[in-house]
Structure formats: C-alpha cells, structure tokens
T-cell receptor, first 110, second 114 residues
Framework: QKEVEQDPGPLSVPEGAIVSLNCTYS??????FMWYRQYSRKGPELLMY????GNKEDGRFTAQVDKSSKYISLFIRDSQPSDSATYLC??????????FGTGTRLKVLA | SQTIHQWPATLVQPVGSPLSLECTVE??????LYWYRQAAGRGLQLLFY??????ISSEVPQNLSASRPQDRQFILSSKKLLLSDSGFYLC?????????????FGPGTRLTVL
C-alpha cells in the first residue's frame, strides 16, 4: 500500500463546476499537508499548506484535512479551463521528507 | 521575491555518460534545498536534501550524488547514467526554519537517457 494515494483521473468537469480532489494516506503520524498544481512539463506550483485537521480557504481553493479518516481534500470553486492540470498532494510527519501522491489529472471543459 | 532556476531545461544523454544538473535560488539565504525525480505514473521521489553548505542527506541509494558548493547552489551529478535515470528532475527550496516548511519548485530538467 502506498503511503499517499490519489485517483489518477482524468477528472472532467464543465466550466464553473465545484471540483473535489482527494487523497488518502496510511501513516497516522502525517500532520503536515500540501497541495500543488502542475501544468504539463512544468514544475509543481504550491496551492495550499495545512497543518493537522480542519479547513483552510484561499480564494477559490479550500483544503480540508480529516485525520480520523486519513483523508485530505482540495475543493476548487467556479472552476476555469485554466485550472486544467495535474494536482498533487503531499504529506509529512514532521521531517524534511514529504510523501507525494501520483497526482490527479483535472480537465475543465469550456 | 525568491526565484529558483534550473538548467538545462532538457537533456538527452547516452547510457554511461556523466551528468550534471544545476539549481540556484535567488532572493533568500540559508535555504533548505531538495532534489526530486518524477517518473511517469509515479509520485515525486525525494533524492537528496541539504540544510546547509556541504551538508547532504541521501534518501535513495543509487548512482546519483548531490553537492552544495555555495549557499544557494545545488548540483545533482552522476558518473555513469543508466536507462532508469530518465525522468523529470525537480529542484525545490524551503526556508531553513522548520523541516516541514513549504517547498517551492523550480521549472525542472527533463532527462532522457538513451
């Protein structure tokens, strides 16, 4: 079992939809979580950083952590074609090493 | 503001040839630096990280090595490339305050070993 798992997609949604991207993890020691957006052949771009459980909102993006279920989510409101990319989640137990998921490919259709 | 550079952007090398990839960060001092590899269908794999000049920690034993000759310079090397070394190599930096500080990635180097 991988420590951090993501559905690879692709996930296709119409423009303006609310998108839900999810990761599950197996290590209960994970407390620090990040979400990245990666366009094709580019470096990942940091979207959200969260610690422990709860929600964090930044513009159209909301990150949610449910430690009891070992489940993290990224919601994108009013999705745009420019949001079409691969979304990576990452988790750490408090060390330098973040474990990354393989990413979910999102397509927002105009 | 901080900027991270990587070069070259693309590289095609024969098996058995040496490798040198360079990463530099501007606009910050004493950063933590990281090298990752991203292979098709796989997540980012941490290869090396450094918390200071000359300090390198290896996460995955393989035929790659890393060096940090200056505060904001990180180099990934190999003496002899293998086919399995092909991939997208990403350098990242974070503030040197907490191990879990957010990491910011460079544009990457796409390496193809033939």
């Amino acid at each position: 079992q991988k420590e951090v798992e993501q559905d690879p997609g692709p996930l296709s949604v119409p423009e303006g939809a609310i998108v839900s991207l999810n990761c599950t993890y197996s290590n209960s020691a994970f407390q620090y979580f990040m979400w990245y957006r990666q366009y094709s052949r580019k470096g990942p771009e940091l979207l959200m950083y969260t610690y422990s459980s709860g929600n964090k909102e930044d513009g159209r993006f909301t990150a949610q952590v449910d430690k009891s279920s070992k489940y993290i989510s990224l919601f994108i409101r009013d999705s745009q074609p420019s949001d079409s990319a691969t979304y990576l989640c990452a988790a750490s137990s408090g060390t330098y090493k973040y474990i990354f998921g393989t990413g979910t490919r999102l397509k927002v259709l105009a | 503001s901080q900027t991270i550079h990587q070069w070259p952007a693309t590289l095609v090398q024969p098996v058995g040839s040496p490798l040198s990839l360079e990463c530099t960060v501007e606009g910050t001092s004493n950063p933590n630096l990281y090298w990752y590899r991203q292979a098709a269908g796989r997540g980012l794999q941490l290869l090396f990280y450094s918390v200071g000049i000359g300090q390198i920690s290896s996460e995955v034993p393989q035929n790659l090595s890393a060096s940090r000759p200056q505060d904001r310079q990180f180099i990934l090397s190999s003496k002899k490339l293998l086919l399995s070394d092909s991939g997208f190599y990403l350098c990242a930096w974070s503030r040197g305050e907490m191990p879990t500080d957010t990491q910011y990635f460079g544009p990457g180097t796409r390496l193809t070993v033939l």
